[in-house]
């Protein structure tokens, strides 16, 4: 199990390290400071489908195509964590070497986006999440926190869909 996590983790997390790297360039170097969202998450799900493919290689190779809910979530949720945390590292990276000023710029922008009745609000509550990013936990958290939950749906949906209790019934 250890190598297909490994493996496929190590794949996810490499798409994903990318696909941050280019939308967060992207929105950079956007005037009006804007991503998408859409296509982000569009993205991760795509790239995290390669899990339902671990899985179901665990189970077809390793376990004579037999597996449990319990330890295909498991398999799959281990490779979330190994694509999670590349994910992470790579914002980390990104964010601290190339992009200092991002979260500056960010709060900027939700700012002068906002309504203006919304204008003092949005001015302290963009104050305060400037202040929690200056705690490098905090940014691990919720760097996590963009990825992890999606990965581990997919984990879900996968070891839902591949779970065998005897070989040739579904």
Known sequence: MKRIVLIVGLIIGTILAINIAVM???MYNNPNFEGNA???YTIQILVFSVIYFG???YRDKQLGGVI???KGFKTGALIVLVASTMYVVAWLIGYYLFVPDF???Y????INTCAKDQLEATKASMESFKKMYENPVFVVLIT???VLPVGLLVALISALL???KTVGIQ
């Open 144 to 146: 996590y926190a963009e």
């Open 24 to 26: 967060v360039n992207l």
């Open 103 to 105: 979260i500056d710029r």
């Open 38 to 40: 859409v296509v982000g």
């Open 68 to 70: 449990s809910f319990g």
């Open 162 to 164: 591949l779970k065998k």
């Open 107 to 110: 709060a900027e922008h939700v």
């Open 55 to 57: 899985i179901r290689n």
